[in-house]
């Protein structure tokens, strides 16, 4: 695949609105077959050292053996690691701990670079550790489920509490058409979902700059529209598993990756959809469980969950808004200390202490009532350019909810196992977890919380239960 879309943003620099340069860390790509050869080539080039860190686990040990094989006859010396599965089976755990310890595995062998050998955890673990380890890596893609392969963050557990994590991206990103088209529906149909909250994190992105008084910046956001609409139109091709449709999946999967290096943030990519996927695994992770479904999968339900409250708050035009923001304030304040811990603890009290002293951190800014009520002013002066972006989002709801119908993705929560009362109580409360202003706070100024599951969908009877691999 030639990729001309997304190689001229390999190694380019950009000027963001506030005046400070962005370079993208990721110099080399190749969606090809064989690419393992190609990264082998490109390492090489890029770095003096001559050992090298191969992380894999039991799925994709298949993969990482040849491209140790090429590794070697490249002249590196391969020192590969096993990441162990749980201890019910499950796949790793995304978290500090594992991290740490690839971490502890490069400063103990004296390694030089990693080639991280898989999808979302391995990628996320391998980046973080690269980073805490000031090695470059790349990563040898083998599934098109999610778009952090070229992320400047790794999502993933720390102290209980899911976080996005800063850390530096890949060198290279590299994978097999035939490879990735072979791997499991459920991770291109995740790779699909996690896709598709693309307008809804983006007007989510827009509006909080609106309201923090900063200039949007469109361009990390401008530059997926055109292979965000190619996939839309080649969804029912991905649910066929057809190897050139999940391959241009990938390649918009990399442009979204690049969205959030320019951006510095995973905002452009990661809205209110993300906050409901991130509290479902916080449930789980702290229950001993695994997760409940594909990350990415998660996602494409939540954004149709999210979806009918870009119409809602819509609605609401700029005679209405002030009247709306004239009561006061409805949540526990930073200032009522014990209130807040008491409310969030009713709020989550299927969390563990340390998921909920975490989560409290993020509560405290975000309720701070100054802060709130400055939120509330801006709101009332830029209404007419937050209903802007609202449209923008819902005018592509239909677009996306017919994508993800056709491709066979999951769309209903009891598709992964999730009753209606626990996916309404989640998508009520998820918002409190991270500092990220987003539709479900917008909707809970402006109309009241209640007003959050005042539309959620009518579903027709559940078609499958998928579980994560």
């Known amino acids: 695949m030639s990729l001309?879309?997304?190689?001229?943003?390999?190694?380019?620099?950009?000027?963001?609105?506030?005046?400070?340069e962005v370079t993208i860390n990721t110099r080399y790509a190749a969606?090809?077959?064989?690419?393992?050869?190609?990264?082998?080539?490109d390492l090489r080039e890029s770095t003096s050292g001559s050992s090298v860190l191969v992380v894999f686990d039991k799925r994709t040990q298949e993969f990482a053996e040849p491209v140790e094989r090429v590794l070697r006859d490249t002249g590196f010396r391969c020192v590969p690691y096993l990441l162990q599965d749980n201890p019910d089976g499950s796949s790793p755990s995304n978290d500090d701990?594992?991290?740490?310890?690839?971490?502890?595995e490069i400063s103990g062998q004296g390694v030089a670079s990693a080639v991280a050998v898989g999808s979302g955890t391995i990628n996320d673990l391998t980046k973080y550790a690269?980073?805490?380890?000031?090695?470059?890596?790349?990563?040898?893609?083998?599934?098109?489920?999610?778009?952090?392969?070229?992320?400047?963050?790794?999502?993933?557990y720390v102290q209980g509490l899911k976080s996005s994590v800063?850390?530096?991206p890949a060198l290279g990103i590299y994978a097999d058409p035939e490879v990735i088209a072979k791997a499991p529906r459920t991770m291109h149909l995740a790779g699909l979902g996690d896709l598709c909250s693309k307008p809804f994190a983006g007007a989510d992105a827009a509006v909080a700059d609106i309201l923090a008084e900063r200039e949007p910046w469109r361009l990390p956001t401008d530059m997926v529209h055109e292979a965000f609409d190619r996939v839309l139109q080649q969804a029912e091709a991905i649910g066929r598993d057809d190897a050139d449709a999940i391959a241009s999946l990938m390649e918009a999967?990399?442009?979204?990756?690049?969205?959030?290096?320019?951006?510095?943030?995973?905002?452009?990519?990661?809205?209110?959809?993300?906050?409901?996927?991130?509290?479902?695994?916080?449930?789980?992770?702290?229950?001993?469980l695994p997760p409940m479904a594909l990350h990415g999968t998660q996602v494409g339900i939540a954004c149709g969950?999210?979806?009918?409250?870009?119409s809602l708050v819509h609605e609401v035009d700029a005679t209405e808004i002030r009247s709306c923001l004239e009561g006061p304030l409805q949540d526990p304040t930073e200032s009522e200390t014990e209130s807040l811990e008491e409310w969030l603890t009713i709020r989550h009290s299927d969390l563990n202490v340390l998921s909920r002293k975490a989560l409290r951190e993020q509560a405290e800014k975000k309720f701070n009532p100054t802060h709130r009520h400055l939120l509330r002013e801006q709101m009332c002066l830029k209404w007419v350019e937050i209903r802007t972006e609202l449209e923008l989002a819902y005018s592509h709801a239909t677009q996306v909810e017919i994508a993800l119908e056709r491709a066979g993705a999951p769309r209903d929560p009891m598709d992964m196992g999730l009753s209606h009362l626990d996916a309404k109580r989640i998508l009520r409360v998820c918002r409190?977890?991270?500092?990220?202003?987003?539709?479900?706070?917008?909707?809970?100024?402006?109309?009241?919380?209640?007003?959050?599951?005042?539309?959620y969908p009518s579903f027709r009877t559940p078609q499958k239960t998928e579980e994560a691999g």
Request: cysteine-free.
């Open 130 to 156: 690269s980073h805490l380890s000031n090695i470059p890596y790349m990563v040898y893609g083998t599934a098109a489920s999610m778009n952090g392969y070229n992320s400047p963050i790794s999502a993933m």
């Open 4 to 20: 001309e879309s997304m190689k001229q943003w390999l190694g380019s620099s950009h000027r963001r609105p506030d005046g400070s």
């Open 305 to 310: 969950l999210v979806r009918p409250l870009f």
């Open 31 to 41: 969606l090809e077959r064989g690419a393992e050869h190609q990264l082998a080539k």
């Open 97 to 104: 701990t594992n991290s740490l310890a690839i971490a502890k």
């Open 432 to 455: 409190d977890i991270r500092n990220r202003f987003t539709i479900l706070d917008l909707t809970a100024e402006v109309l009241g919380e209640d007003a959050i599951l005042s539309r």
């Open 166 to 168: 800063s850390a530096t």
């Open 253 to 288: 999967l990399w442009i979204s990756g690049f969205s959030m290096a320019l951006a510095g943030t995973s905002a452009p990519a990661s809205g209110g959809e993300h906050l409901w996927s991130h509290r479902i695994d916080m449930a789980r992770h702290d229950g001993g």
